[in-house]
């Protein structure tokens, strides 16, 4: 199943195995680089059936970081477009992930601590902005305060994300993908943890759920209807009085209502890293999360998608066997080896001629495995 095609409204996939959205943190002021375009563009000769950009911020003060990507101005959408065409020109279709880092932004780049911008990241030019958020409550202590969304916020926000999805078809995105896991600003309203408003956007699961549905609707209205939208949540938050999988079901279910098609099932992040390896009462083995894409695919109805320690074509290829996800999302394991789906294809035995690598490689690899197999070398 991992390389049969997977028809997504009017969109086609060559096959089911999607590159995460990874954040490079190395754009300038939103503005990608040459660098944003090899790095995603191997993964499409790598021979990807979907290609996702790094959450890219629908306004400035959403970046997570300095070296974030952005897509609030129009003047993005020229460099945006030059990644699209390289990654259809390989086959793979271009997606983009939609982000608004809420609380968690304004900070130093990982490679600089990872935490709060501190004077070392200031004495590079790299100062701190005021962020946004469902409530005023910061991340912990050291962090940034946000200021609590007030009542023209939500219309600004929502203004934004309506004007990204504009632009990212505008740059020929064929799938957007909207951030609402990993403690970012939709997530932040749906948890517990994190808002504690008393209006209509806080208290009962429905009041929490209200800001990033109204944010689903609005794209969903901007967003072409032959086009897939995609919602990342996380499926728990694994901390006390946190945000559960039953609150997943029951989101994806209001999901599906407004036109969402695929839930991409992460977790975690809402008072820290969602991929350090943090105290969780779930164990971080391969295909942790796999239960949660399960459950959302099975009680809510709609297609899901699976990530997080996902590393080898038969691990991949069994989940889809057994009804657990209809994509599979693979993260470090791409940086790791950006052939991956290329390799996942030889593993599989679906691909014994080199067929689906890009026949500048092809060529020379069908020529040399005759003498592979004669050393008994096996790839
Ligand atoms: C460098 C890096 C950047 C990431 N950036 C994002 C991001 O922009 N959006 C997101 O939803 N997840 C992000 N993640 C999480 C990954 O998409 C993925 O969910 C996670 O790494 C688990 O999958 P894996 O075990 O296959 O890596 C990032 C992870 C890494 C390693």
Redesign the pocket.
């Known amino acids: 199943m991992l390389f049969e095609p997977i028809r997504l409204r009017e969109v086609t996939a060559r096959n089911r195995i999607v590159i995460?959205?990874?954040?490079q943190y190395s754009a300038t002021d939103g503005h990608v680089t040459d660098w944003h375009l090899v790095h995603l563009g191997k993964f499409a000769q790598g021979g990807a059936g979907i290609v996702m950009m790094?959450?890219t911020a629908v306004e400035k003060r959403g970046r997570i970081t300095h070296g974030d990507t952005g897509i609030w101005d129009d003047a993005h959408v020229q460099g945006l477009r030059r990644i699209v065409e390289f990654l259809k020109s390989q086959g793979a279709v271009p997606a983009i992930?939609l982000g608004h880092a809420g609380r968690k932004a304004s900070m130093a780049r990982p490679w600089y601590g990872n935490g709060p911008l501190t004077q070392a990241d200031l004495d590079r030019g790299d100062k701190p902005w005021s962020i946004v958020a469902p409530s005023e409550k910061s991340l912990g202590e050291g962090w940034l305060s946000p200021r609590a969304f007030k009542a023209g916020d939500f219309d600004v926000v929502l203004n934004a994300f309506r004007q990204a999805a504009r632009r990212a078809h505008a740059a020929g995105f064929e799938v957007a993908e909207l951030?609402g896991?990993?403690g970012y600003l939709l997530h932040s309203f749906l948890s517990p943890i994190s808002n504690d408003r008393t209006d209509q956007y806080g208290g009962s699961l429905e009041n929490r759920m209200r800001f990033p549905l109204e944010v689903a609707k609005a794209v969903r209205e901007a967003w072409p209807a032959g086009k897939p939208l995609f919602m990342?949540c996380s499926s728990i938050d694994d901390v006390e009085g946190g945000w559960t999988l039953e609150d997943t079901v029951l989101f994806s279910k209001q999901l599906k209502s407004v036109g969402v098609d695929v839930v991409d099932c992460?977790s975690g992040g809402i008072l820290g890293s969602?991929?350090a390896a943090a105290k969780t009462t779930i164990k971080r083995e391969p295909g942790f999360q796999l239960p949660f894409a399960e459950r959302v695919r099975k009680e809510a109805g709609l297609m899901t998608m699976a990530?997080?320690?996902?590393l080898s074509g038969k691990q991949a290829e069994e989940a889809l066997q057994a009804g657990r996800a209809d994509l599979i999302?693979?993260?470090?394991?791409a940086l790791y080896d950006p052939n991956w789906p290329l390799h996942a294809a030889r593993e599989l035995g679906v691909d014994p001629e080199y067929a689906l690598w890009p026949h500048q490689y092809g060529w020379w690899l069908t020529r040399r495995q005759p003498l592979l197999d004669k050393a008994g070398i096996k790839r």
């Not at 990530?307 to 996902?310: D, N, P």
Request: overall charge neutral; glycine content about 8%.
């Open positions: 995460s959205p990874m954040c790094e959450a992930q951030h896991a990993h990342r992460s969602a991929t990530v997080g320690l996902i999302a693979i993260g470090r394991d």
